[in-house]
């Protein structure tokens, strides 16, 4: 009898393979809360610039100017400077990132934050516990705010002597508040702890998401400073 071809052939049983995990490499990644790098990078600006700028100088600049002028043009003098800032940083940190690594700038930025971390907790710890934070920074506020205005008073009564005295009407009024709220504000953010801290956020993450938080922080700041200045206005009259 002749055997059939291929009827008894042996055959190897087949294995499913199962797929292969991928080696480790070393490197730590960092899963992230949201999913998105932008999304953390806005949520990371909004509670930076937030918690930096509570209860900051240039809060109680808008907390003042508020007392004294009215509220819209104080609230848009003080929140347009703060933006020129947001601007400025994202300058700055975009130059900063084309000239650092990514990892450089990471190590730069966590010992900026632990810096002013370590500035703040100090602060806090030198501060007395029975003092009223918001009483305390409006006086100094109101203070140099009255130094500055006793000169413009100087400056306007030299000028009166000079020229004739010329009825101001009411948009040449808003223009100068205008332009006082943003020159204070302008001034007391220039070289702050939250500009530096802005330019290094932008530099390590995405411009956009941080220019968008940093906007979005300082706006809710400016109308908390406002509200809080028109509250304290109509409680003292």
Not at 144 to 154: A, I, V, Y
Not at 176 to 192: K, P, S, Y
Request: net charge neutral; glycine share 8%; charged share 15%.
């Amino acid at each position: 009898l002749k055997p059939l071809r291929g009827s008894f052939r042996y055959r190897r049983p087949t294995s499913r393979r199962e797929p292969q995990r991928p080696r480790a490499s070393g490197k730590m990644v960092l899963s992230s809360p949201v999913g998105s790098p932008h999304a953390d990078a806005f949520i990371l600006s909004v509670g930076m610039v937030g918690m930096a700028e509570i209860f900051d100088k240039t809060w109680f600049v808008a907390l003042v100017m508020a007392m004294r002028y009215e509220k819209n043009t104080v609230f848009w003098g003080c929140f347009s400077a703060l933006l020129v800032h947001v601007l400025v940083a994202a300058a700055f940190g975009y130059s900063v990132s084309r000239l650092l690594s990514p990892r450089t700038l990471d190590f730069l930025a966590a010992g900026l934050y632990g810096a002013f971390a370590l500035l703040y907790a100090y602060d806090w710890l030198t501060t007395e516990q029975d003092s009223d934070l918001i009483a305390a920074g409006r006086d100094e506020v109101t203070a140099s705010l009255q130094e500055e205005g006793t000169q413009d008073e100087e400056e306007a009564t030299y000028g009166a002597v000079k020229a004739p005295a010329v009825a101001v009407s009411t948009g040449v009024r808003v223009s100068r508040v205008f332009l006082q709220c943003f020159a204070a504000v302008f001034i007391a953010e220039w070289g702050d702890r939250t500009q530096i801290a802005m330019i290094g956020i932008h530099a390590s993450q995405p411009i956009v998401p941080v220019m968008l938080g940093s906007a979005l922080a300082f706006g809710l700041l400016t109308l908390s400073a406002v509200l809080v200045g028109i509250w304290l206005g109509n409680r003292t009259l």
